[in-house]
């Protein structure tokens, strides 16, 4: 799915820089906040075919905007990665309970990176236990 806009929502110059060069670098559109406000604004206007979340952001943390983007009708359906910097037991469950589709653990590698992002950017996303709103 290369074409695909990806939304970054990072709060580390030095990480948003590695992350935008990288995808850009293999065809897809970048857009970048560097605050989960801002983030859950942009995938709004936007509508991305994924969202790269930093879990650890200033004020909003990057779960609770998960879970606001999944909650919301309009965003719901885009496909949404955390980015974390601590990969701790647990964590997993915590993230994929807040309604992401998968998550990376920083400091990246290079290619796993990009083939989790191309792994997810090729499921469907089908949702399940639709609310009447
Ligand atoms: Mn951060």
């Not at 991305?48 to 879970?67: H, K, R, S, W, Y």
């Amino acid at each position: 799915m290369s074409g695909a806009t990806i939304l970054v929502v990072e709060d580390t110059p030095a990480n948003m820089k590695l992350v935008t060069m990288l995808l850009r670098r293999e065809g897809y559109r970048v857009l970048q906040a560097d605050n989960a406000v801002d983030g859950i604004e942009m995938a709004k206007s936007e509508l991305p075919d994924l969202v790269l979340m930093d879990i650890q952001l200033p004020g909003m943390d990057g779960l609770t905007a998960i879970g606001l983007l999944r909650q919301d009708p309009e965003t719901r359906h885009i496909k949404l990665v955390a980015l974390t910097a601590h990969a701790m037991k647990g964590d997993e469950q915590k993230m994929l309970a807040s309604g992401c589709d998968g998550y990376i653990a920083k400091p990246i590698s290079y290619k796993s990176f990009l083939e989790e992002v191309r792994r997810i950017l090729a499921q469907s996303r089908h949702i399940h236990h639709e609310r009447p709103s």
